[in-house]
């Protein structure tokens, strides 16, 4: 299987395992008084871009998403149960603002893109353009 390679990919992972370190120094921290970023799995179809976030816990309310013809961006807040907050032993889930922006890389259909928020999963379906949509092409014999 040939895979696209991706420069931000690995600085992305770069990144994750860098707030990993950092929030694990921070267990003293109130919740939610940390940026996280949920995590995402993106594919692509001959005529889709599709962008899924782990976002359980969040109300749909409570999620933006924001597409421009460079990029993807989806923010938002999972807010921490503060009646109970005295009840919990440990907390390890990020609780608070989020934030996660991606480069398109492709001319889009930004007024059709869809988006769907079920099960803790949201997702984005973001068609591409006319132009970059793979067209067969007849071939005809002499």
């Known amino acids: 299987m040939i895979s696209r390679w991706d420069p931000f990919r690995d600085l992305s992972v ?8 950092f929030s694990e120094h921070s267990r003293a921290e109130e919740p939610g008084s940390r940026t996280w ?26 999620i933006d998403v924001e597409v421009t013809a460079e990029s993807l961006t989806i923010r938002g807040e999972r807010k921490f149960d503060t009646e109970n907050k005295d009840q919990y032993l440990r907390v390890e889930r990020p609780y608070g603002p989020f934030q996660r922006s991606f480069s398109i890389g492709v001319p889009v259909q930004a007024d059709k893109v869809k988006a769907t928020y079920k099960d ?16 067969k092409i007849q071939i005809d014999s002499d």
């Not at 990144?15 to 990993?20: A, L, P, T, V, W």
């Not at 970023?37 to 749909?60: F, M």
């Not at 949201?122 to 067209?135: M, N, Q, R, S």
């Open 14 to 21: 770069l990144q994750d395992r860098i707030n990993r370190i």
């Open 37 to 62: 970023a949920p995590v995402v799995d993106i594919l692509e179809t001959p005529s889709d871009l599709i962008v899924r976030a782990e976002i359980p816990g969040a109300k749909r309310e409570e």
């Open 120 to 135: 803790g999963i949201l997702e984005i379906v973001v068609p591409k353009a006319e132009e970059v949509k793979p067209k």
